[in-house]
């Protein structure tokens, strides 16, 4: 069983910076690519960042792009998303999910994640 813990959510203002952590709980080793995504009521879930099992590769959506980094150190770490200059539009609720079946591609579609958290909320005021 793999279990997400999400954390670090919270009220910002614009042009300041978050941090989000994922754990990646789980009871037998295997490797997994994360990716972060994020939604608002009425919208489809977006993607906004991956990373693959050992870092070699990550993606951004163009809007975070310069302001977001996705990081991991190793499987017992958690995966981090830092947020910089954030704006209004970044809020959402964002979550971590967990890719085990080629954790060494990125995977672009939300269908294609085996495993997610609980989500945590990002709220950037004006």
């Known amino acids: 069983q793999v279990q997400l813990i999400e954390s670090g959510g919270g009220l910002v203002q614009a042009g300041g910076s978050l941090r989000l952590s994922c754990l990646v709980s789980?009871?037998?080793?295997?490797?997994?690519?994360v990716g972060w995504f994020r939604q608002v009521p009425g919208k489809e879930r977006e993607l906004v960042a991956v990373?693959?099992?050992?870092?070699?590769?990550?993606y951004y959506t163009d809007s975070v792009k310069g302001r977001f980094t996705i990081s991991l150190v190793n499987a017992k770490k958690p995966v981090y998303l830092e947020m910089n200059s954030l704006k209004p539009e970044d809020t959402a609720v964002y979550y971590c999910?967990?890719?085990?079946?080629?954790?060494?591609?990125?995977?672009?579609?939300?269908?294609?994640?085996?495993?997610w958290g609980q989500g945590t909320q990002v709220t950037v005021s004006s």
């Open positions: 999910a967990a890719e085990v079946d080629r954790p060494w591609l990125i995977a672009s579609e939300s269908s294609e994640y085996d495993y």
């Open positions: 789980q009871q037998n080793f295997r490797t997994y690519s």
């Open positions: 990373i693959n099992w050992n870092g070699s590769k990550e």
